[in-house]
């Protein structure tokens, strides 16, 4: 029900921020506007939204920057709004966790169908883990099974696979996944990433030899096949 659903909006110009706010609102969304990257932050922070339309360029900052900070805490969808092409290949490359892009100057009508899109996608019946799903997840006892068999896993192999199936067919970039898992990522290189991905293979192996659920994406990152 799109009558429930909120939208924040961030962008530092009015005229762009008004149209989006008039076509949202028109097809039944509620929307709230901010200008800036840090009240966009703490807005995100305290309130739930359902999708953020975020402008790259802003005065305290880029969009890109708020995108990552958001990727610690949440999911919500994020559309990109961008006037430059240079920014489109960041945002295509998913090293940011976008769900989408729009160009400016955009048609408000597209930008209505883009987000009622991708709010139809999470709408739809996704469980986790999917039907057929040969993981068992006990997030409680932090216990995977595989097949059957329970796992034997370190800390960093069982946060990875948690998160794989709890997004299933989902690419996460080796950027994303160190942030999510390793929190600090500070002392941490992308082969950190590859090296407990390679761990995570051989023990999937282990409980079934002729399996790879773990896919890799040349460039992109690394995916569970939901079945
Ligand atoms: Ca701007």
């Not at 390793?182 to 407990?196: E, S």
């Not at 051989?202 to 790879?212: W, Y």
Request: aromatic share 8%; glycine share 6%.
């Amino acid at each position: 029900m799109t009558a429930s659903k909120r939208i924040l909006i961030v962008e530092d110009e009015p005229a762009i921020a008004d149209t989006l706010i008039y076509v949202l609102n028109s097809s039944g969304y509620r929307t709230e506007h901010v200008g800036l990257l840090q009240t966009a932050l703490v807005r995100l922070q305290s309130t739930e939204f359902s999708l953020v339309i975020l402008d790259v360029g802003l005065p305290d900052g880029n969009g890109f920057d708020l995108c990552r900070q958001l990727r610690r805490f949440s999911d919500i969808p994020v559309i990109f709004l961008t006037a430059h092409g240079d920014e489109i290949d960041r945002i295509v490359g998913l090293e940011i966790g976008a769900d989408d892009y729009i160009t400016k100057p955009f048609s408000p009508r597209e930008v209505a169908t883009r987000v009622g899109v991708i709010l139809r996608r999470l709408g739809a019946p996704n469980p986790t883990p999917a039907p057929n799903s040969p993981f068992d997840l006990d997030s409680q006892a932090g216990r995977i099974r595989y097949c059957g068999q329970l796992l034997d896993l370190t800390r960093y192999e069982f946060l990875l696979l948690k998160l794989f199936i709890e997004h299933p067919e989902r690419i996460f970039s080796r950027e994303q996944l160190l942030e999510r898992i390793w929190q600090d990522p500070g002392d941490v290189f992308d082969r950190t990433v590859d090296t407990h991905i390679k761990t995570l293979r051989a023990k999937l192996r282990l409980a079934a030899a002729d399996q790879d659920p773990i896919r890799t994406h040349r460039g992109l990152g690394y995916s569970l096949q939901s079945r």
